[in-house]
C-alpha cells in the first residue's frame, strides 16, 4: 500500500510498527530511572500491527490511517484497542458520508489514496467489502462533516443519533 501511495503522488513517511502505551510508560520510566543511575530492562514491546499515517484531506483536519497487520493478531488487536464505541452498543461502522468543505481538492487527493473513488452525479464514492465511503461538497464556510452508520449488537441501542463534534452516528440493528 505504501508503495502505491507513493507513486500516486503522496508524500509520507515509511510505515513502522506501533509502539504500545506501555512501551511509551516504560520508556518514560526508563528515562527517569536511568537519570537518577538505576537499572531497566531496555526489552521493547511492539503492537501486532503498522500504520500507514496519511496528511490531512485538503481542507479539512481530518487525516486517513491504514492498519496493517497479520490476520492472527486480529483478536490481540480487538482487545488492545478499546474503543469507546462499546459504550453505546456499536459493533461495526457501515457507511460513512463524508462532507468535503474544499471538493475539488479533495477529490483530487482521495482519487491517489482511493483509485477505485466511483463518480456519481451527486458524490463520490468508494465501496469497501460490505461497507461504503461516500464524499459530498459541502459549503465551505460549513467545514468537514461526518455522518456513520453503525450497526448496533444490542437492540436498546439500535435507532439512536448522537453528535460528538462534527461526527453524527447513527446506530441500526444488524
Request: aromatic share 8%; hydrophobic share 35%; proline share 7%.
Amino acid at each position: 500500500m505504501y508503495e502505491g501511495l507513493v507513486e500516486r503522488g503522496i508524500a509520507i513517511p515509511e510505515p513502522e510498527p506501533k509502539q504500545s502505551l506501555v512501551k511509551t510508560s516504560k520508556d518514560i520510566l526508563e528515562a527517569v530511572t536511568g537519570f537518577l543511575g538505576l537499572g531497566q530492562s531496555k526489552q521493547k514491546k511492539i503492537s501486532p500491527w503498522r500504520s500507514l499515517n496519511l496528511p490531512p484531506i485538503p481542507g479539512t483536519d481530518m487525516d486517513i490511517n491504514f492498519l496493517e497487520y497479520h490476520e492472527d493478531s486480529e483478536e490481540g488487536i480487538k482487545t488492545l484497542m478499546k474503543p469507546n464505541a462499546e459504550e453505546y452498543g456499536i459493533t461495526g461502522i457501515h457507511r460513512v458520508k463524508i462532507y468535503l468543505p474544499l471538493w475539488n481538492e479533495g477529490i483530487e487527493f482521495l482519487q491517489k489514496v482511493f483509485p477505485q473513488l466511483l463518480q456519481t452525479t451527486t458524490q463520490q464514492k468508494v465501496e469497501l467489502r460490505k461497507d461504503e465511503l461516500l464524499f459530498f461538497r459541502s459549503d465551505p464556510e460549513a467545514g468537514l462533516e461526518v455522518k456513520l452508520k453503525a450497526t448496533a449488537g444490542n437492540k436498546r441501542y439500535a435507532g439512536n443519533k448522537f453528535q460528538i463534534e462534527n461526527v453524527e452516528i447513527k446506530t441500526v440493528s444488524p
